[in-house]
C-alpha cells in the first residue's frame, strides 16, 4: 500500500466551476499536510498547508482534512485556466520525511 | 518561505560522466533535501544533507552513486556519479524551517543523460 495515494487525472473541469483534488494517506500517526501545485517542466510550489482536522482556506483553496477517515482534500473555487497544473498530496509524520503521491493532473477549459 | 538557487538548470551529459548541482538558501538552515523526479514520477528523497555529519541516504541510493557534501548552513552540493540514461531526471533541492513544517523547492536541475 501506497503511502498516499491521489488521483492521477487527468481531471477537467470548465472555468469558473470548482475542482475538487482527493488525496488518502496510510499512516495514522501522520501530522502535517500539504499540497503542491506544480506546472510541467518547474519545480513544486507549496499552495497549502494543513495540521488540524477541519478546513483551511486561503483565497480560492481550500485544504480540508479528515484524520478519522484519513484523507486530505483540495477545493479550487472560480477555476482559471492558470490553475491547470499537476498536484501533488504529501505528508508528513512528524520527522524529515515527506511522502508525496503521484499528483493529480487539472485542465481547466475556459 | 525559502529563496533557493539551483545551478545548472538543466544539462545534457554523456553516459559515464559526473555531473555536480549546486544549491544555495537565502538562509541558514539546518537541513537540506535532495529529492528526485524522473519522468511522469512524483518526488523521491534521495537524501538528507546535514551540515557537520555525513549525510543520510534513503533506501536505493547510495553515497558513491550520489556523492553531497553540506560545507554550511546555507549551501549544498550533490554529485551524480557515472551517469547512465537512468539517471535522467530533475534533482530537486529542498529546505525547511522546521521539523515537520513545510518544505521548499528550488527550480530544479534537468538532466538529460546520452
Known amino acids: 500500500q501506497k503511502e498516499v495515494e491521489q488521483n492521477s487525472g487527468p481531471l477537467s473541469v470548465p472555468e469558473g466551476a470548482i475542482a475538487s483534488l482527493n488525496c488518502t494517506y496510510s499512516?495514522?500517526?501522520?501530522?502535517?499536510f500539504f499540497w503542491y501545485r506544480q506546472y510541467s517542466g518547474k519545480s513544486p510550489e507549496l499552495i497549502m498547508s494543513?495540521?488540524?482536522?477541519g478546513d483551511k482556506e486561503d483565497g480560492r483553496f481550500t485544504a480540508q482534512l479528515n484524520k478519522a477517515s484519513q484523507y486530505v482534500s483540495l477545493l479550487i473555487r472560480d477555476s482559471q485556466p492558470s490553475d491547470s497544473a499537476t498536484y501533488l498530496c504529501?505528508?508528513?509524520?512528524?520527522?524529515?520525511?515527506?511522502?508525496f503521491g503521484t499528483g493529480t493532473s487539472l485542465t481547466v477549459i475556459p | 518561505s525559502a529563496v533557493i538557487s539551483q545551478k545548472p538548470s538543466r544539462d545534457i551529459c554523456q553516459r559515464g560522466t559526473s555531473l555536480t548541482i549546486q544549491c544555495q538558501v537565502d538562509?541558514?538552515?539546518?537541513?537540506m533535501f535532495w529529492y528526485r523526479q524522473q519522468p511522469g514520477q512524483s518526488l523521491t528523497l534521495i537524501a538528507t544533507?546535514?551540515?557537520?555529519?555525513?549525510?543520510?541516504?534513503e533506501s536505493g541510493f547510495v553515497i558513491d552513486k550520489f556523492p553531497i557534501s553540506r560545507p554550511n548552513l546555507t549551501f549544498s552540493t550533490l554529485t551524480v556519479s557515472n551517469m547512465s540514461p537512468e539517471d535522467s531526471s530533475i534533482y530537486l533541492c529542498?529546505?525547511?524551517?522546521?521539523?515537520?513544517?513545510?518544505?521548499?523547492f528550488g527550480e530544479g536541475s534537468r538532466l538529460t543523460v546520452l
Open positions: 529542498s529546505v525547511n524551517r522546521d521539523r515537520g513544517r513545510e518544505l521548499f
Open positions: 499512516d495514522r500517526v501522520s501530522q502535517s
Open positions: 494543513i495540521y488540524s482536522n
Open positions: 504529501a505528508v508528513n509524520r512528524g520527522g524529515n520525511q515527506f511522502y
Open positions: 538562509s541558514q538552515v539546518t537541513m
Open positions: 544533507a546535514n551540515q557537520g555529519s555525513e549525510a543520510t541516504y
